[in-house]
Nanobody
Framework: EVQLVESGGGLVQPGGSLRLSCAASGFTFSFNPMSWVRQAPGKGLEWVARITSNDLTNYTPDVRGRFTISRDNTKDTVWLQMNDLRPEDTGVYYC????????WGQGTQVTVFS
């Protein structure tokens, strides 16, 4: 059974940091690119960052220089290090495979507040 389990969200003040984790199982993680996406309150899904199977990365301009996506294929895990958080980063964050999504996990809530 394919599973994606996100964790690491929380409440943080502007300028703070969080590290999100996504534990994957049930598919050949190392062969697949992975992405983080987010959903702000009342809005649709927004792509945030992507990492290929061989660690090439790209980011939406809003987070470039503040967020870092990484992975460990021996642990079937992808992370999103988020620094200098802003209120507009608030939302539920999900990991998934880009282009051909897998069943969605529950996501992890990130709330940035003053």
């Amino acid at each position: 059974e394919v599973q994606l389990v996100e964790s690491g969200g929380g409440l943080v003040q502007p300028g703070g940091s969080l590290r999100l984790s996504c534990a994957a199982s049930g598919f050949t993680f190392s062969f697949n690119p992975m992405s983080w996406v987010r959903q702000a309150p009342g809005k649709g899904l927004e792509w945030v960052a992507r990492i290929t199977s061989n660690d090439l990365t790209n980011y939406t301009p809003d987070v470039r220089g503040r967020f870092t996506i990484s992975r460990d294929n021996t642990k079937d895990t992808v992370w999103l290090q988020m620094n200098d958080l802003r209120p507009e980063d608030t939302g539920v964050y999900y990991c998934n495979r880009p282009a051909i999504p897998l069943p969605w996990g529950q996501g992890t809530q990130v709330t940035v507040f003053s």
